[in-house]
Every structure is written in C-alpha cells, then in structure tokens.
C-alpha cells in the first residue's frame, strides 16, 4: 500500500510537469530544473545583440515570458523577449540593436586591456564592451517561494582592426552567465578613387598607372551605428598582399607623414580620408610594372573620444624640430589590417622607354668608335710627323758629313 501511494504521487508529480510543459518543445526528464549557464546564448553582431534563453528551466521555475526583461525594465514592452518555439528547446529571444542600447539599459563601456594586435605582437587593445542582464520582476510580498532568475550577458567588440573582457564570474542554480565576442571587420572597407570628390572608383590601365598619379584612398564605415567613427591610425603599402612583408613604405603614422601624402579627414565622421602619389618599389627594378598593395590599421572610436586619439603634430614639430624621425612602426594598438590592391605602376609608356632605350644604345657606340678613331688618327699623325723629322734629320747629318770628308782629304793637284 505504501509503495502504490508513492507511485501515485510520483505520476501526479509527472502529470503536472508534463501539463507546465504543454504545447512547448520542452522534455521533461531534461528541463526540469532551475536555469544553468548553458541556458543562455549570445550572438554579437555588427548591428544588433541576440540572446537567447532555454525557456523550458523558466516554465519549471514558475515563470512565464511576460516576466522577464532587459536590465530590470518590466514596465517597457519593447524590452520584452518573444518566443520562438520553433526550435527545441523554446527560447525566449531579446534582440538589442546597437545604435539604442541605452533604451533598455544597456551599459557600453571602451576600455584596454593587453592583446595581440593586428601584427602579431602583444599590446594595450582598446575594446566596447557591451554588458546589461534579463531578470524576473521582485513579488510584492515579503518573502517568495519562486527563486529569482537572473542571466547576465557581455558582447565584447575590439575597437581596433587588421582591429573578453569577462567581468562577471559568479554563478549559482538561478543565475546564468554569458560572454561573448564580436566583430566589427565586415563593415569597413578600403576604397581608392581617381577624384578628390571621392566618386569615381580608381580604373588602373592595362599598362598600369603613371608615377607620380594622385590616387584618393577612403576607409569606410557601413551599417556601423552612427556612435562610432572611422580613425585611420597607420597606413602603409607592400610590395605584396601581404600586410606583414617585410619590404614596405609608411605613407603616415601619427605625425610622421610622407611628403607626398595628405590626410584630408580622419576621426571626424564613419569615413577616414587621404591622398599619396603612386611610386613604384625598387625591387621592381627588372619588371615593367611595380604592384603597390595599400593597408590601414584603423580603429573605431566614439565620436567623443576620437580627438584624444588624435596626436597634437604642431606641440611635437616644436618639440623634435631639430630630430628626423626614421624609425618604421612595427605595430599598432591592435588593429586590423585593411587591405587594397595591386596598385599597378609603370616607370614610363612602353613607346617611350623603348626609344630612350635604343638612342641611349646608339648614342654610346657611336661615342667609342669615335674615340679609337680619334686616337688612331692621333697616333699616325703622330708617327708621320716624327718619321718627317727623322728623314729631315738624316738628310741634314749625311750632308755635314760628306762636307767634313772633303775638308780633310788630300788635296787634287790637278786643281791648284
């Protein structure tokens, strides 16, 4: 009889799971249990935050949809998740958009902590670290017999491209934690242009660009949320695609600038830009035309922050107006590397290089076969003159000799 009640009570117990469960994807024997910290995902995207919640452990907990909220604001509909019972297990989903995280309560935090940058070595990162929590709403009463349910979540977003900051470590049968990372790399893009107006994209000839050609570079920012700017931190170019070749030549880092760049905008809006003259690398020397690959590091700021950013170069030209500086910067605040190209150059027109070519050629055989022509002629001239004046000489010694024999012979008496 004792073993029947228990039973009884057993089905009782699993008729009224399976009753709290009704008309959800959810399994008993797997979701009956308060929320753990695999309960919540998050999905970090360039315009909006995703999370996710397991809502079966929030049935069994005694809540429903309605009860949970971003960031404690229960009174506010459009902080409310929806359910997607879809999938299994149903999930509540909360969507936060970037560009109104403080609608619901979102904190946004830039902050730096060390990392690996864009090439490869270990420096201070800045990072946006987006953070906030959905909880269930506090009973009228003095006490409750419903736990209270808490699902702490973090996006962090490096501020810095080639361009986890974990601040909450608790955990306990009620509250979930999760932090996540993203990205926002796909929404800029490196653009050249042939016109300072910045509309029409570069068309580079078959036979390459000119030296000397003004090519216009944008960095660009789309979908990215308006808080945000655009600052252009080193720009550089390869001989390569690769942004870490060891040949390459600065076109700006902070106040060090080549004297044929000009940066026309950086920090001010979602769009960093700048001009250089295109040049051809030396090792290219053999090639009729030299590949030039153009990379920024760039970084993202917010719109209050990015004149910190930006160096005082009128202060350091004062400071440093008697010092060169040469020194190539190896790294960045940790960035991503942004990349455009080939730049194709040529030295000159084909036509005209090949004339050079010829008449150069021509012009220096011409120049040594005058040269021995001129001393053949020096030497014959030469060698003339002094068999003259040999010949002069042995005529004028042979006469002196012939009239010293006759002054001292013996006279003919025939001619007395």
Known sequence: MEQLCILLLMAIRIGSVDTQFNGYNCDANLHSRFPGEKDILVFCGVQTVTIKINFCPVLFSGYSETDLALNGRHGHTHCRGFINNSTF????????????????????????????????NISMVQFGNISGYIDTPDPPTIISYLPGLLYKYSCSYPLEYLINNTQLASSSAAISVKDSNGTFISTLSLLLYNDSSYNLPLMIPTLGLPLKTKVYAAVKATNLDGRWHVFMDYCYTTPSGNPNDEHRYDLFFSCNKDSQTTVIENGRSQMGRFSFEVFRFVKHKNQRM??????????????????FLTPDCYKRKRRDLMEVTTSIPRSSTGNAVITAGPIITRSESDDTTANKSQVGYMGKSAFHFNSATSALVSGI???????????????????????????SGIRNPVFN
Do not use: W, Y
Request: charged share 15%.
């Open 381 to 407: 001239v030469i060698l003339g003159a002094m068999s003259i004046s040999f010949f002069i000489t042995s005529v004028i010694l042979n006469r002196k000799l012939k009239t010293d024999h006759a002054r």
């Open 89 to 120: 297990p149903t999930v509540v989903v909360f969507t936060i958009s970037l560009s109104t995280l403080e609608v619901c309560g979102n904190n946004l935090v830039v902050s730096a902590s060390q990392g690996v940058n864009a090439l490869g």
């Open 290 to 307: 030299s590949p030039v690959f153009l990379h920024c590091v760039t970084k993202l700021c917010k719109s209050d922050d990015c004149p």
